[in-house]
């Protein structure tokens, strides 16, 4: 599994990166706090605090996805 972290704050980002994940044939989470979210679901990632970086699970072991998510990747 890969974990890193993300920042999503604002709608174009939101769009893109669902976009990006639904693409890939592996199961995806956002972690905020308590809550887990479908990483390609926009309406259950809106329904999270996108304020601050967040933390994407992918279930896979693949780092080439990576690639497409250079620009949502935060240190």
């Known amino acids: ?3 890193i972290k993300i920042l999503i704050d604002s ?3 939101v769009k893109k990166l669902t976009s990006i994940l639904s693409k890939e044939d592996v199961d995806c ?3 905020e706090g308590v ?3 479908d990483a390609k ?3 259950g990632l809106f329904s999270i605090d ?3 970086p967040v933390q994407l699970n992918i279930h896979s072991d693949d780092q080439s996805i990576l ?3 250079k ?3 935060v240190e």
């Open 67 to 69: 690639d497409n998510l």
């Open 29 to 31: 989470e956002v972690v």
């Open 35 to 37: 809550h887990i979210i």
């Open 50 to 52: 996108l304020a601050g």
């Open 71 to 73: 620009e949502f990747i």
């Open 41 to 43: 679901s926009i309406m």
């Open 11 to 13: 709608v174009e980002k």
């Open 1 to 3: 599994m890969i974990t």
